[in-house]
Structure formats: C-alpha cells, structure tokens
C-alpha cells in the first residue's frame, strides 16, 4: 500500500517579520520545511511531494544541499493561491489510495500521529485532526458585530487532513472558492462527509517568532 | 482614578498532568500566578483581587512568604465554579470604575497591553481583547456532526476582558447559565455591546506543559 503526502509550504514570512519564509527559518539547526519532511519520509510506504512558490524552489535545492538532506521528497511549483498549490501537487498523483495535505509549517508532527491520522481515513474515507479550543471564541459577523459561540462546539483543525484519493481529486475539480479555508472545506462543499480525529497538542503552526520559541523547546525536550 | 483587576485562578492542574494547581506551577523560578499579578500589580491605579478555591489559600500564602512577594493583592475564596469565582471577586468592588477579569493563567500579559485594554474599556464601555485564529475551525452540533466555519470570521478570547463597573455588575446578576464561557458572554446575555480590541500575540493561556515550555522560552527572551 502506497500514501502520498502533499506538503504545502507557500508562506512568504511576512507574519513572522523575517526576510526568510518561515518554512525555511532554523529550528534546532535545520529550517522548519526539513523537519516536516522527514517525519512524512519516516512513514513506511510514504510518497512526499512538497509544493513551494517557484520562486523558492533554487533556495530549497541549495538548503538540501548545505545540509545534506537526503530525505525523499519530490518538488512542484505551487500556484497563486493555497488552493492552485494542493491541485499542483495533486497532478502529482500516481493511484496511491490515500492522500492527506499537510501545512508545511507543522514541523512538530510525528510518524506515529501521521499514520493514525491515515489509519482514521482509510477507514473513514476521511480523518481531519481537531482539538478541543481552550480559550473562549467568538464569531465575527459582516456588519462587524460579534457574537460568542459555545467553546464546546468550537474545534481548532489541524493537519495532515487525509482522505481516500478519489474523494479529494474530486472535491479539487471544484472551482475555488473564498469559502474553502482548509481541505475538509473543499471536499464539504462537494458533499464529502467530514471524520474528525484526535489531533496531536504540540502539533502547532508555526505563524510568529513566539511559536519558532515554543517549537524549539518543544524539539529540545522531546 | 481607580480600576480594579479579579484574577482568577480555579484550576486544579489534571490537564499538565501535574499534582500541583498550574497557577502554582514555577516558570522561571517563580509560580505562574504571581507573574500574573506582579504584571497588574505594577499598572498605576489599580487594585488586584485574586480568586483561589479556598482549599489552595493557604498554599498561596505560603508561596508568597517563600518568595518574599510583596506585590499588594487581596485574596477572596472562589466558589463551585468559574461564574461564582467571578461573582466572589465583585464582592469586593468598592466604587472603582472599571473592572477587568483575568485568566490567572495567562502570567504573559504584560502591564502596557493591561493599560491599552482598560483604556479602551474607558472609552466604550467593554473592551475584549482577541486574535484572529491562525487555524481553520470548525464547529460540531449537538448530533456530532461538524462543519466549517469562514475563518476570517474567527476571533480567539483572551484576557483581560475590561468593562465599566456598572456594566459587569449588573450583568452578574443574571443566575447562571451553560452558555457562559467567559464574561463577554455574560455581558452580552444582559443585552450589552461587545467592544473588541486587539489581543497580544504572547499573551497565552496555560494549559498544557507545552504551554509552560513555551512560556519559559518567551519569558527568557523578553
């Protein structure tokens, strides 16, 4: 059984205040996109494909180098929009039964989170990792107004969202829409059900200098 | 002008898997809760009220002789929960005219963004700080299923949540009910106007012990 993993890696780093993209910024020696990869690369029967802006693509032949990094993972260009990326990396598909897309600035993810979370899909067809939300949340409306929502019912999704191929090639033959905010969203609006998973607590996104600390000292003491 | 700060600190800790309550938890070198209070404590004008289940008052006072903390905070014992905890610390109100509700385990709120929330409390009547959320989030009903919610329209509570003492008061009167998960929402149930302003990147919630890692990284580099 063969799985393909896309790994989305488009941000320019513009939150993080840095002239670098944060999927190349160093986490304990190594840029965060490395470490990503590696625990993609580390699942037995795993094929990892990892999108990057054209542009970045020379900056991250040349990090694999410096580094000797010899994980394998294949490389397509990605496109103007998060959506254009994971279809790019889609045409990469070679009829592995599942596939899950996973942001590339989750580098905290592990091999054994990662294939309970493909376990779940190939079970379910889906399986999107969410976790409870621990602060209060509240809903934004277009005339500016709030209002609070039950935490109970609020989930914080994660990645890797995986599911079995058909369903998700198919949901990306949708026209994007400003509504499709994660993959779940796409393969929602095509009718797909939703499985929610378990995800993994210290499996954060790395958006700000404060998460690169906490990913750091999480690496140091895991 | 004088304004008054409730620190509540109820929790009892099962979530870091420790035996000790997490606002008692030691980051670097001092218990969480009085990072927090050192951090109101240290804004002019304000008088600080901690909320502690009467269980871990003793406790408390023993820290703060061990420590040598001398930072001026009254102690009220809370009650069965989070509402009643609040409602014990308003009993102590005498006259000051705003009064702003604080997660105890939020000690990474620094006395700057205390000011700029309470001055916003001043000018519209509430004042909740929150974020965008960087993850996609979706919402589960009460039969299980789940769908996704616009993430643009997402905004994630923190504290301190500021409001013109009548306000909160008044809104306190109201017995309690399930949907209340923070005071915004009990404000908002008495038919008040939520202000929002913006929230501080670090200013994190402490649930887990990534959170305290985190925390410890953020604290060294300050």
Redesign the interface.
């Known amino acids: 059984m063969k799985n393909l993993a896309i790994v989305v890696a488009g941000g320019s780093g513009t939150r993080m205040g840095a002239a670098v993209p944060k999927q190349f910024l160093p986490l304990c020696g190594k840029p965060v996109l490395m470490h990503t990869v590696e625990a993609f690369a580390s699942v037995p029967g795993m094929r990892v494909v990892v999108v990057l802006p054209e542009s970045q693509i020379g900056t991250w032949e040349a990090l694999c180098r410096q580094h000797g990094f010899c994980a394998p993972a294949e490389v397509v260009a990605g496109g103007a929009s998060r959506h254009q990326s994971v279809r790019n990396g889609l045409a990469m598909w070679s009829g592995e039964e599942l596939i899950g897309v996973h942001d590339g600035v989750r580098p905290l993810v592990s091999a054994t989170f990662i294939e309970s979370v493909y376990a779940d899909a190939s079970r379910f067809g889906t399986s999107?990792p969410?976790l409870p939300?621990?602060?209060?949340?509240?809903?934004?409306?277009l005339d500016g107004a709030?209002?609070?929502?039950?935490?109970s019912?609020?989930?914080?999704?994660?990645t890797p969202q995986v599911f079995r191929s058909s369903i998700l090639l198919d949901a990306y033959r949708q026209p994007e829409s400003p509504?499709f905010?994660?993959d779940?969203?796409v393969v929602?609006a095509n009718g797909g059900e939703?499985h929610?998973s378990e995800g993994l607590?210290?499996n954060i996104?790395l958006?700000?200098p404060?998460d690169m600390?906490?990913a750091?000292?999480?690496m140091r003491?895991a």
């Open positions: 999107i969410v939300s621990v602060e209060s949340v509240r809903l934004v409306g709030s209002r609070s929502v039950d935490r019912s609020v989930m914080m999704v994660q509504l905010t994660d779940a969203s929602e939703i929610l607590r210290g996104k958006t700000t404060a600390l906490m750091e000292a999480l003491k």
